[in-house]
């Protein structure tokens, strides 16, 4: 019958008005869902970390993968249900059948937040080496410069002490493990906790600290600097 699954009736008659839960139900119960969740965050990752320190600066998002990939995962979630409240719509617009609609958006609702948490989170460790890898060697300058034994190097310049922290100023926490209470005994919850660590923490790209880079040209006189010594006298020896 319809507005009855099982005993549940979704339509009542209170004082001569009729309530329908047909759609107050789905309106609500997701965005109750992704609020509660979002309130019990930072609780849930104080609980993962063991971290109950203050903190008052945000973390970059890619410094931050596996926490910007869950966020991503669950935007992808309600925008997936919001399409699907639009299905007779898009069938219209788009001139397909709405049961073809229909089964794409299920196969997505379950699909696309997996989908969307696996991209988020390789894209965000791909921007953090690519900061490493500017922190460790320098950002390009676009000179090409050729050194006297022939070889072209591209030149590159160290980071001002601003840009550097910016690349840099994160922690990066490891996997904690699981550890033994006051009994010296480890309980279930403090595995499960090892666990979830473990998940969240596992790929992550150290930070590295500030290199002393030498520079590839001489300041003063905007030359190339001079190759090592085992260049040089590999250089005299071909010529010979």
Known sequence: MPGVVNDFHFEYIIFGH????????????????????????????????KDNREH??????????????IGVAGFTWYCVMWAAAGSDL?????????????????TLFFIGPIIAFMVTKRVALALQRK?????LHGRETGRIVRLPHGEFIEVHAPLDDYKHYKLV???????????????????????????????FFEDRVA?????????LTDT????PSSPPKSTRALATSSRR
């Open 207 to 215: 930070r590295q600290p500030r290199p002393s880079l030498k520079p």
């Open 90 to 106: 898009i069938a219209t617009h788009f001139h397909v059948a709405l049961n073809d609609v229909t089964y794409w958006l299920r």
């Open 220 to 223: 003063a006189t905007m030359r």
């Open 131 to 135: 900061d490493r890898e500017i922190a």
């Open 56 to 69: 008052h600066v945000l973390d970059r998002p890619r410094n931050a993968p596996t926490r910007t990939a």
């Open 18 to 49: 009729v309530l329908t839960l047909n759609v107050l139900l789905p309106a609500l119960v997701p965005a109750g869902i992704i609020f509660t969740v979002l309130f019990m965050y930072p609780w849930i990752e104080r609980w993962i970390t």
């Open 169 to 199: 100023g994160f922690e990066s926490p490891s996997p904690l493990p699981a550890e033994p209470n006051e009994h010296g005994v480890v309980t279930p919850k403090e595995k499960r906790r090892a666990a979830l660590s473990k998940w």
